[in-house]
């Protein structure tokens, strides 16, 4: 009791400014110790993409975080944040714009999950995911935005470039809309089999190969035709229960003839014009893969790095990148350089065939840093602050010189 009445004691004697002062303080301390987005956190490296002169890194990162709700645990407070870089100095990369979208989603983090950035044929501008039917394109050399269109879709959380005509490829559930850069013209909507988790352009754009979930079923369709050419079906699962396993990523070999598909439980190679599984390779749990320019590697993301495999020998190599889990992979036009993005937010760069690590980049969430917002509210409580003690600490003195004086 005597220390609470030696605090209100205290209390009476502060000056308004000085109160002013504390409560400036305390909310300070309120910003900084409390974040906006409560919960844990969660981000993925979601997309790469080289340009076509292989300059130029684009990186689309997802984050947000989980929280508890009534005793369950939810995705909210989505953020997609798209960032251009030159190869060779990745530490000076622009972020060009991150969008956002509240609330608490009863989706798993998986499903926001793809390619989620993709440069223009000629390397003049660069597609970004956004929400809500958003798409953003931006001018690869100004590093500005050129337009925003909408529309009433929900999310494209995957996009390719197909080269031939400068188009592109979104896909949205069971449907793959095709555009063309620097066009008005609306899109054109595809109905595939699969709901999409993966979509991979062939080498020369002329037709593009879809995966996903739920299913090993594998579909090409014609881009300029927009027609399905192939549909390769999953065996029948075995009769224990288990489920056919999803297609988690897929890359075309450059003879475009041959795709490569990653699933929950192995690696694929089929055999197009056969139709035709020609090679298993033993490894679980894959989230990203890419095949080198020349065919000779395919590079392996995994929830323990990346491995590197003889593709020619169908086995793998040596090589193995202990990193974070690694969602998205791609290897340089020139096959020079192999890049990865993992679940810590890092982007890696490795030259090619030394294997030595060449630059690096890490993602920093500004949805979630307390000290942020600290930052940006302290030079407004400051001035608050001193306004108050000014103007308060003038009245006082002037209270005290009109006292009679003993």
């Known amino acids: 009791m005597d220390l609470l009445a030696a605090v209100k004691n205290r209390l009476r004697d502060l000056s308004p400014g000085q109160s002013a002062m504390a409560v400036g303080l305390v909310v300070s301390l309120a910003f900084l110790l409390w974040p906006q987005n409560r919960g844990s956190t969660w981000q993925s490296v979601s997309g790469l993409a080289f340009s076509p002169n292989g300059k130029q890194l684009a990186i689309g990162v997802y984050s947000g975080r989980f929280r508890a709700l009534r005793e369950r645990w939810y995705l909210s407070d989505l953020f997609h944040t798209a960032v251009l870089a030159s190869v060779t100095d990745l530490e000076r990369a622009t972020v060009l714009g991150r969008v956002g979208r509240p609330g608490i989603f009863n989706i798993l983090p998986e499903v926001l999950i793809g390619q989620s950035v993709a440069f223009s044929a000629d390397g003049r501008q660069l597609l970004s995911a956004g929400f809500d039917g958003g798409l953003f394109f931006w001018d690869t050399a100004q590093r500005r935005l050129l337009s925003n269109p909408k529309s009433e879709r929900l999310h494209f959380r995957t996009l390719a470039s197909l080269s031939q005509g400068n188009r592109y490829a979104l896909a949205l559930r069971q449907f793959v809309y095709l555009g063309e850069f620097g066009s008005d013209a609306p899109l054109r909507g595809l109905q595939v089999g699969p709901n999409v988790q993966t979509l991979v352009p062939a080498p020369d754009g002329s037709r593009f190969a879809v995966g996903g979930l739920g299913t090993l079923d594998l579909e090409v369709w014609d881009s300029a035709a927009g027609k399905l050419l192939e549909r390769i079906e999953a065996p029948e699962p075995p009769d224990n229960g288990d489920l ?40 679980r749990l894959v989230l990203a893969i890419a095949v080198s320019p020349d065919g000779k590697q395919l590079a392996s993301g995994r929830f323990d790095g990346l491995t590197l495999w003889d593709l020619p020998q169908r086995k793998k190599t040596e090589v193995h990148f202990d990193v974070p889990a690694v969602e998205t992979v791609q290897f340089s036009p020139d096959g020079r350089r192999v890049a990865a993005g993992s679940n810590d937010g890092t982007v890696r760069i490795w030259n090619l065939p030394d294997h030595d690590l060449a630059a690096t980049w890490t993602f920093t969430r500004p949805n979630d840093a307390g000290l942020g917002q600290f930052l940006r509210v302290f030079p407004l409580l400051a001035w608050i602050g001193v306004y108050f003690y000014r103007r308060w600490s003038r009245r006082w003195s002037e209270r005290d010189d009109a006292l009679p004086r003993v």
């Open 244 to 283: 056919a396993p999803n297609v988690t990523a897929l890359a075309w070999l450059p003879d475009g003839k041959t795709l490569v598909a990653a699933n929950d439980k192995t690696i694929q190679i089929v055999d197009l014009p056969s139709r035709k599984v020609v090679a298993v390779l033993p490894e």
